[in-house]
Each structure stands twice: as structure tokens, then as C-alpha cells.
């Protein structure tokens, strides 16, 4: 089973719990907006993931830059599916990125 979440910059902070509550080697695949008027791009998030203590090769990264500033709202269901489509298992848990899981939901 694969974890999936989308989030943004601000919320990259609650990938330490959840890579910490989530069991290795079970996969974890996340998507990340990256809004228009924003500088970083993939590389600072995947050195954030490691700062946090995620372990990279079991995750999935899909970045969502919006480099032309089209978007007016957060696009959370675009963003989920991206997240989705990162799971290469049988299931998937979709979480929201404001939860926390709880220890032991996957066993």
C-alpha cells in the first residue's frame, strides 16, 4: 500500500511525521504545488524531504510548478491525481496533508 498526499511549501513540515509514521519500506507518493511567483524547484524539495528525514527512494515526487501563474486556487484535485498517479502498488491510503496517520495504519 502507498501513502498519497499533495501539499504545498508551508506543509512540507508534516512529511517528517508521516514518513516517520509510515512503515519502511512501504511506499510514499506526494505531489507539491509550487506556485508561480515561487523560486524553488524540485531539487530544494527534495533536499527538504532529506532535511526531514525521509527516506527519497521510497517516495514518489511530482512537482506542480505553476510557471505561467494561471491558477488562481490551490489546485488540490489536480494535485491529488498527480499524487495518485505515482502509485505503483495494488492500494493506496489518500490522506489530506493536514492529518496526521495514525501509528500502525498499515499494519
Not at 527534495?46 to 488562481?72: A, H, P, V
Not at 490551490?74 to 496526521?100: C, K, W
Request: glycine residues 4%.
Amino acid at each position: 500500500m502507498t501513502l498519497t498526499t499533495q501539499l504545498s511549501l508551508d506543509r512540507m513540515w508534516i512529511m517528517k511525521h508521516q514518513c516517520d509514521r509510515w512503515p519502511v519500506p512501504q511506499p510514499i507518493s506526494i505531489a507539491v504545488y509550487l506556485p508561480h511567483d515561487d523560486k524553488r524547484n524540485e531539487s530544494f524539495v527534495t533536499d527538504d524531504l532529506e532535511r526531514l528525514g525521509c527516506d527519497l527512494s521510497r517516495m514518489t515526487i511530482t512537482i506542480l510548478k505553476d510557471s505561467k501563474g494561471t491558477l488562481r486556487d490551490y489546485p488540490v484535485n489536480q494535485l491529488r491525481n498527480l499524487a495518485l498517479e505515482g502509485v505503483q502498488t495494488t492500494h493506496a491510503a489518500y490522506i489530506d496533508s493536514d492529518f496526521m496517520i495514525s501509528r500502525g495504519l498499515h499494519g
